[in-house]
T-cell receptor
Framework: RKEVEQDPGPFNVPEGATVAFNCTYS??????FFWYRQDCRKEPKLLMS???SGNEDGRFTAQLNRASQYISLLIRDSKLSDSATYLC????????????????FGTGTRLTIIP | DGGITQSPKYLFRKEGQNVTLSCEQN?????MYWYRQDPGQGLRLIYY???????QKGDIAEGYSVSREKKESFPLTVTSAQKNPTAFYLC???????????FGPGTRLTVT
């Protein structure tokens, strides 16, 4: 089993639709979780951290389910500019020190918003 | 402007040659990281450094070497011992927000 697993897609979704995808992780002791966005041939950029209580940032909602070991990302009212690859990222080090973040990256889910 | 720079953006080398990729940051971050990304795969950690003059091997360090003589700089050398060096190489750093890793624009290395 992969440490961090995502459906690679691609997902083609009409503009304005709501889209959601999950990511599962193998280590139950994982401490922190993130969604990064990566545009084609560019570097990843942090989209949002994922908190235990769930969190929302505009049209984006992230949730964590520790019991089932998955995190999710929901995008509402999708825009053409949301087209990108979304990387699920997990810190699996149970004793993580400040400035010592060994992150494990999923392979990414590719999303294309269609006009 | 603060950020991470990597140069060059595209690099071509012949097999058997060592090549050094640069990574510079002016964010005053202590921790820096090197990853490689291959098509269809997630980012894989090559080396990381928490502080000047100290660095640790990541998951795929074989065939690579690094140095951390200055806080701002963390160059990566891809040696001829690396079997499949063609990849997209990303440098990152972590700062006062703790967990967020900021990435440079990357260097695409092609070895023929």
């Amino acid at each position: 089993r992969k440490e961090v697993e995502q459906d690679p897609g691609p997902f083609n979704v009409p503009e304005g639709a709501t889209v959601a995808f999950n990511c599962t992780y193998s280590n139950s002791a994982s401490q922190s979780f993130f969604w990064y966005r990566q545009d084609c041939r560019k570097e990843p950029k942090l989209l949002m951290s994922v908190y235990s209580s769930g969190n929302e940032d505009g049209r984006f909602t992230a949730q964590l389910n520790r019991a089932s070991q998955y995190i999710s990302l929901l995008i509402r009212d999708s825009k053409l500019s949301d087209s990108a690859t979304y990387l699920c990222v997990v810190n699996m080090d149970p004793i993580s020190n400040f400035g010592n973040e060994k992150l494990t990256f999923g392979t990414g889910t590719r999303l294309t918003i269609i006009p | 402007d603060g950020g991470i720079t990597q140069s060059p953006k595209y690099l071509f080398r012949k097999e058997g040659q060592n090549v050094t990729l640069s990574c510079e940051q002016n964010l005053n971050h202590d921790a820096m990281y090197w990853y490689r990304q291959d098509p269809g795969q997630g980012l894989r950690l090559i080396y990381y450094s928490q502080i000047v003059n100290d660095f640790q091997k990541g998951d795929i360090a074989e065939g690579y070497s690094v140095s951390r003589e200055k806080k701002e700089s963390f160059p990566l050398t891809v040696t001829s011992a690396q079997k499949n060096p063609t990849a997209f190489y990303l440098c990152a750093s972590t700062g006062d927000r703790g967990y967020e890793q900021y990435f440079g624009p990357g260097t695409r290395l092609t070895v023929t």
